[in-house]
């Protein structure tokens, strides 16, 4: 099953003709070209290679945008996006590649040891606290490797079960599997279900369309799978 939804994913043949098969940097206008072709709204941005595009996904916003980085760990270019889902707001999933768990573990180790701390310093990135305080989850359809590439964390196991199901994991596999995929493995990537919303982070390594367009696909994937899997509760009388 993951693997055909993984080829479906993929994307077609004719994908080598709008620039998503390239590993050169993306030009303005074949950005400008595919965010036309994918009818999506754009926010004019000043900065070279900076962009905000967004959509909906049955019936929520989502953007996806580029810019400066505002994390230490992610150099150059960063893509970030959020789609408000409105799902449970109790739900709190974080999903990460292993190189980047492992270096903010260290990272967060490191901070509360060296200034002699015992509890978590609020002004670490968010991503970084939840390392501190919730475990790594795990479940048996989960497959042995999506578990290699990724972290999964969360409060509540069956909140993670929800969300991260076929077609999520199968988005995140096309990139660390599929052509430079040893690259995108070690790529800083975060995608987190928070307050009803759904947050990606990752860096804009080689500033390829194709990098934009699995950043979206991953975002939007993960937005539906919130919205139809994790709706927030009727409110109570």
């Not at 974080?94 to 002004?123: F, G, K």
């Not at 479940?139 to 999520?168: K, M, N, T």
């Not at 928070?194 to 390594?205: I, P, Q």
């Not at 390829?208 to 367009?213: F, K, N, P, V």
Request: charged residues 20%; proline residues 6%; negative net charge.
């Amino acid at each position: 099953m993951f693997d055909r939804i993984r080829q479906a994913l993929a994307g077609a043949p004719s994908d080598a003709s709008d620039g998503l098969s390239s590993n050169q940097p993306v030009t303005g206008p074949q950005l400008a070209r595919w965010i036309a072709d994918q009818h999506l709204s754009s926010v004019p941005q000043a900065g070279a290679g900076h962009f905000d595009v967004g959509g909906e996904i049955l019936g929520h916003p989502w953007r996806l945008e580029c810019g400066a980085s505002t994390r230490d760990y992610i150099l150059g270019l960063e893509l970030r996006g959020r789609a408000d889902v409105k799902a449970d707001p109790d739900a709190a999933v974080l999903v990460l590649n292993r190189p980047l768990r492992d270096a903010l573990e260290r990272h967060a180790y490191n901070a509360i040891t060296d200034n002699l701390q015992t509890s978590v310093d609020a002004r670490m990135p968010e991503e970084m606290r939840w390392l501190s305080m919730f475990d790594e989850v795990s479940w048996p359809e989960l497959p042995g490797s999506f578990r290699r590439h990724f972290a999964v964390v969360a409060e509540r196991i069956e909140h993670a079960e929800h969300w991260i199901h076929a077609h999520l994991v199968s988005a995140l596999l096309n990139a660390v599997e599929g052509e430079q995929g040893a690259l995108r493995s070690e790529t800083p990537m975060v995608l987190m279900l928070a307050r009803g919303h759904v947050y990606l982070r990752t860096e804009h390594t080689r500033r390829t369309l194709a990098e934009i367009a699995h950043a979206r696909t991953v975002l939007v994937t993960a937005a539906q799978a919130a919205a139809q899997n994790l709706a927030a509760p009727p409110p109570q009388a």
